[in-house]
């Protein structure tokens, strides 16, 4: 998005403040209250309730009957990727918490024990809602639109046929059926495998228990041959498809697996381990492999969740609970099918009317000269331009790199690489610029969670092709996006910069709202030298230029600007701060945006996942609003804005408010200067997101959220629809500047 960009709003989508502004009387006499009760617990939320209620509403899109149905099916996997996420981080901390004794409370006052307790309630009540909202809405309006999804047991004998076929040609070779008994130990399970509890009997009338992983490298779902009368297809629509869960698959044909055996039983059951390993971080040469150690323990952490269908016997459960080590609590009566990630073979078949309208990105009309071949570095160095994504293209960053690899001008590349994905065109063009004869320095952080794998691939091929690559930092995780490029022009030298919100992720990019920067400005460059100098040297720098840089300086400037709007609300100006960020944790972050609220300072929070504030509370936080906004692309995009009596600040970034990434992430939050694309953030992005009544939830003080009443109103903004729908004004906008 560039300063050309058409004015992304309209004057009725600014914000006002809400009726019911308090007096300044008031305001003095809220303001003057002690700040230590700002220490009470009850202005608090657990964060891992809070990060529950975000889960929730993930479900809720799921059951939208406005939402397209595989996307409602893609909604379910997604929890469920959450909850198994949930599981192996926030839960086996917390059981180890109650393992040591831990008693200390959270700022909203519940001990381990104690969440753990509440943990359980909540997501059994979301585990038995998406099984409901599955087999009960989900399924069978799939049913109808021609994707049947059916049980084994409902085959005609012709369709068992062709399926047990496919089961002994290609199934078959790739199972390893693992007996337990006196002189066989019980079978290690992986993490968030799929398996099977078999009972079977031998010749002499004994029973026995063997385990059958369901491999997770063969299809989930296995096709099914429409059924047949009379010798003509039945045809319930004319593109119906008809499929069966693998494992039902296995079942049906376990005599292949135990011959001369007689098959009791067989239970399907999912294993969820701990996965938030510490790494013990030694020097560089070794976080490596201290990273690559650690990703392997996870395959043999403790076990903190068993998931085991509702008709389990207890019998086969209580072999599996004793041999797993499970506590009772930890075990999960769960519907069909097991592990709701499973869910994303079936929302990813090839049915485009079932599923949300594709669009075509924008390339920013700065980035599309008039002029044949004119480079990305001269449209840069005419102004900022910012990218807005996934409603404009990725594609202008990895076009950034490969001219900077290409061109003989350039010196010098610097990149920090955090999620970086499979077959990486960003990597490609860091290859193709050390082919090139260019210095290129990349920091990859080894300790991605869940991404330790890929990012150890592309260190090695980065390495080995002669790229300088750091590992990261002892102690903190650097999640910053930056990319700096070195330039001679002249008889100088010029920094042109890329800073972003999110990763540099071609895949991701099409999935998140994040929002880049390329600029030159001198400033921006200095401060991204320095930057990269503390990277990957020594330095103690303590003092930047214009950038937030955590753990350096980022959370004094953060209370400085909050501050500085208190001041102005003080001395008659009208303070307001907009602040958007996937979670809200940090309680002296907290206790800011309540002393602003108290100070009459209106605070509208963005607030997509967690948030342990508590809006609406008299007398401390009744001029804060909450908004959380769950729709078809992930809200992952930080913007921060300060009116600064008139003279209007906006800072981007990676950073959320929470103590990690205020404490121990290397994180940039960058200003926006130009005008123009302030006022673009603020009137069309921030507003616009403000003015949803569709996607929407609105926090209440006790941590429930609820959504408009005119949600279904067809003149209802829809904020992310808003912005592909001027996709194409964006795109053919070549002169129209914003404002």
Known sequence: MSAEHTPATKTKHRVSRPAGKPR??????????????????KLYINRELSLLAFQKRVLEEAQDEQNPLLERVKFLSILGSNLDEFFMVRVAGLKRQVESNVLECDPDGMTPKQQLSAIREKTSDLFKAAHECLSRQISPALRKAGLCVVDYSQLTSVQKTNVNKYFSETVFPTLTPLAFDPGRPFPHISNLSLNLAVLIRDQQDVEHFARVKVPDILPQLVPVTPAKEGGTTKKKAPASKYLVWLEQVIVANLQSLFPGMEILEAHPFHVTRDADSAIQELEAGDLMESVEEGVWQRRFADVIRLEVNDDMPAAVLEILQKNLE????DVYQVGRPIALSRLKHLSAID????????????VPAALRPEEEGEDMFAAIRRQDILLHLPFDSFQPVVTFLQQAARDPAVLAIKITLYRVGRNSRVVEALLDAIGEGKQVAALVELKARFDEESNIEWARALERDGVHV???????????????????????????????????????????????????DEAIGADCTDLFNYLTGYSAKVDYRKLLVAPVDMRQNFERLIRREIEHQRNGERGHLIFKMNALVDKPMIQLFYEASKAGVQVDLLVRGICCLRPGIAGVSENIRVTSIVGRFLEHSRIFYFRNAGQEEIYLGSADLMPRNLNRRVEVDFPV??????????????????????????????????????????????????????????????EKSVG
């Open 351 to 362: 049915r485009p009317e079932l599923k949300d309208k594709p669009f075509l990105p924008a």
């Open 470 to 520: 750091v590992y990261g930092l002892p102690g903190l995780k650097v999640h910053c996006k930056t990319a700096l490029v070195v330039r001679r022009e002249g008889d100088a030298i010029r920094r042109y910069v890329h800073l972003s919100t999110g990763n540099y992720n071609s895949v991701t990019a099409q999935l998140y709202t994040d929002i880049g920067m390329f600029t030159c």
């Open 673 to 734: 200067r130009d005008p123009k694309l302030v006022r673009f953030l603020r009137d069309g992005v921030l507003a616009t997101y403000l003015a949803d009544m569709v996607k929407a939830r609105h926090m209440k003080p006790d941590g429930t959220y609820d959504r408009p009443s005119n949600r279904d109103n067809a003149h209802s903004m829809n904020a992310q629809e808003w912005f592909i729908k001027k996709v194409a004004v964006r795109s053919s906008n070549n």
């Open 24 to 41: 300044q009387e008031e305001i003095q006499r809220t303001g003057s209250r002690d700040a230590s009760s700002l220490d009470d617990s």
């Open 326 to 329: 499970v506590d009772p609590d």
